[in-house]
């Protein structure tokens, strides 16, 4: 195991990593963790640069991974910690079904260069919004910032220097209840004009047109 730089774990039932991985894989760059079950942490891998973790429903905090450069978490919706990552420079956060509706509050102890997040409509509405929503100081000191929705059809971007916001979403929408906008670009979307007054239909429709990527 000297050598080894590259493993890949799937679908798999562990309560931890084996306890010597990191003293044994001391060349191991690239970790995934794929469908492995009942893992709630990982910690004490040193020479680790790049990690991907999808599907691990139970893992719960990340920590000392001092050479990490670049983290993908996916649909590992318990993440609530993640500390010792110093070298940390790339995040992707990405849930199933646009589910993320809030940012984790780990991101604001992050020394991130760029951020990629793919999440709900509302938390991406809110995020639009700047520094009128209470996430907006997880995000702020990140240099790069960008989210999209599951479809990627809706986008905010951010930089931090120069300082630019700039989105693909309605300003229309921004005058709508946050908790209400998900279900107003569904309920447009999927609801045939017979069941809707036409006035509503044609507003909700023009709103959904104008913030479609051109």
């Not at 209470?134 to 000191?141: L, R, S």
């Not at 910032?145 to 986008?155: G, L, M, Q, S």
């Not at 309920?187 to 023009?206: D, G």
């Amino acid at each position: 195991m000297p050598v080894l730089q590259e493993l890949v774990l799937h679908t798999c039932r562990l309560t931890r990593l084996p306890p010597g991985l990191a003293f044994h894989a001391r060349a191991l760059k690239i970790l995934t963790l794929h469908q492995v079950h009942g893992l709630v942490s990982l910690e004490n891998l040193p020479s680790v640069v790049e990690l991907d973790v999808s599907c691990c429903h139970e893992l719960k905090r990340i920590a000392n991974l001092p050479s990490l450069h670049r983290l993908v978490i996916s649909c590992s919706p318990e993440m609530q910690a993640l500390d010792g990552v110093p070298e940390l420079r790339r995040l992707l956060l990405r849930n199933g079904r646009g589910s993320l509706a809030v940012l984790p509050d780990y991101l604001v102890g992050l020394n991130l260069a760029y951020l990629t997040v793919s999440c709900g409509l509302g938390l991406l509405c809110s995020m639009a919004l700047g520094n009128n929503t209470p996430e907006w100081n997880k995000v702020c000191h990140i240099p790069r910032v960008e989210a999209f929705d599951e479809n990627e059809k809706f986008r905010v971007w951010y930089t931090r220097d120069p300082r630019h916001l700039d989105t693909n979403i309605s300003p229309l929408l921004f005058d709508i209840p946050r908790c209400v906008l998900p279900f107003l670009l569904t309920f447009s979307i999927l609801v045939p004009v017979p069941f809707l007054a036409p006035s509503i239909y044609i507003l909700f429709r023009l709103i959904l047109m104008q913030q479609m990527p051109k």
